[in-house]
């Protein structure tokens, strides 16, 4: 049935978790291209056909007429579905590059998920916001949320070790330990899962 | 955006609309000598012991956290206003009574914060969740006589029942504008009047190739 | 000022009065809620975000000056709260912005009127983003499409406008705050209410008074600073 396997692709991408991403549909997104260019291909061979007859493929209208176009609002359907799809999946993309895209290396659970398209994309994204944050000389991926006191109280989630020196002290941020940090030495911390505030 | 891949991105988080709160005005009586603060969001200060003087409520509570000054509850935050305040809005349906923007969000900095420098707290707390629930109840009751419409005056409505309104409200009223300007919608609508022109006009260029 | 203020439109002493009354942070904090809530893209505000980076640069080293003298840390802390207020409404304005060129860039690139609102930086990073986007696109869907599929902003080559391209929605209702008094509103023949139960023609606001209002024709008037967005 036209577009059943596009909107296939969308259900796909609506049914994941708000925020994440599931691994990205290759064979499916392919199907669907070329079910966009079998349309394609009908489409081209009914105008072929109202030529040869000698109709007007302007004003006839005939089954031949409507068949055509039917191939025609089903391509366009397959097209905004695949763009729905990969679309919202950019926006997914961009958000990490604001939250991880900076600092970091991709996680390799989230790497994966990516296709080689998407990867790079996250890449030139997280450069495009890096070049915006250094002509402006102000980074804009910190304090996300309104400040309270500057310091924090903060209970390390996963073993960081002793390796990590902040703005103001270095200590051993073994798992489950607790510290006073500032808030902005923390945050990214916090974005990334290893730490979390603890609210008095 | 950064955490933020809500569509809603017009509104503002809860953190947020405190943070707005902290900013009003607020007096505090300091227990110690201290110079103005010559602070970006403005001055304040020089502040002496027993002296009451007008800061931030976010620096009050900080000063009061360190345990430098005691916060002197707004005029409208006592039993007797706020009984007063209760019966205005149990009396008439449809207006709402003067109290602060940001009545909730002070209300629990102070309990949160300065529960012993607020007289008779339990009676407080009480009266102003008590008033909350009456204005939400009335807000929502007020929502039934909304319709087509451009601009609607909310008088005295607090920045958490705005918050609270403003996505149904907006939703609502977006669609009695919708229905009643039908030749002015979006999105959806142009699919479906690209689909009718294709229809009528017919596809063109592609098909001829 | 008394004996001058006779001479003085009423407007005119409110915005005075406004002038020496109002710190830059209020009017950062003005702008981000307004920006905030708004469907699209407002004028860049250069000279405000001009002298509240410079202020928080000022303060940035007071509050390091305070750290190397071993100045009273209650007090440093303090002005560190300060800054850490003003540097949340800086990035968070500038980032609300970046959110909406990255959701409206296309749109915003071809409109003359948006694309003026942007300021240097983000004129290039919407570019940027353009680029980066039409790449990732291309790879992995249009070049996979038939030939007169292959548009970013058109569904197809008949498509005579761009249907493809996302644009904020103007009549959205935004909830406002009215800071001067507006000039009487006829909106556009369509029914409204002055309040939740009478109504009116005209549409008319007082300092205080607090609406809820289709976005766009109010759009002036927030323009104008005689409403703000909250």
Known sequence: MHGRKAYQLVKEFAGSEKGHLKIFNDELLERVAEECNEHRNALQSLIRKMQEEGLEVQTARNADHYGALVHHLSLIRNKRCLMAYVYNRAEIIRDLAWKVGLLHELPCEIKEKFSDSEEQYFKDHSKSLKMYMSQLSLDVNVDMVPPKDPYIKVRVLEDLGSGIILSDKSANFASHSMHFLKRTDAEQYIARGLMEELIS | MAGQSDPHISLFSAEEVEFMAEDELIEIVPNMRMDPLNFICGDFGPFLPQIASQVPLWLAVALKKRGKCAIRPPQWMSVENLTRVLEGERESQGAFQVLPFHYVEISRLLFDHAREDIPDMYMVRSLIEDIR?????????????????????????????VNIIRPFVGRALQAFYKHDNPEKIPDVDRASSAQTRAANNEPRRQLRR | MASGAGEWSAEQIDDYETLISTTDVELLKRAWRNEKASPEILPFEEALVKRAKEQIQLMEETVDDFAESGHDPLIASLYQMDLDRAQFLL????????????????????????????????????????????????????????????????????????????????????????????????????????????????????????????????????????????
């Open chain 2, 133 to 161: 629930d009456v204005r939400i109840h009335k807000v929502e009751t007020s929502l039934e006589k909304f319709s087509g419409t451009s601009a609607v005056k909310i008088p005295n409505l607090s920045a958490m029942e």
């Open chain 3, 91 to 230: 990035r968070s304005y500038l980032r609300v912005r970046l959110q909406k060129i990255e959701k409206f860039m296309f749109h915003i690139w071809k409109m003359d009127t948006y694309r003026n609102r942007l300021s240097i930086e983000e004129e290039k990073f919407t570019e940027r983003c353009i680029r980066d986007i039409g790449k990732y696109l291309e790879e992995t869907v249009l070049s996979k499409l038939p030939d007169n599929y292959q548009s970013v902003l058109k569904q197809s080559i008949i498509s005579e406008e761009d249907d493809m391209v996302p644009e904020p929605q103007l009549d959205t209702f935004v909830v406002a705050k009215c800071e001067r008094a507006t000039r009487p509103l006829y909106l556009d023949g369509s029914r409204q209410s002055a309040s939740f139960d009478s109504r009116d023609d005209h549409f008319q606001m007082v300092p205080g008074d607090l609406c809820i209002l289709r976005y766009r024709p109010f759009q002036e008037e927030l323009m104008s600073g005689n409403i703000s967005l909250v």
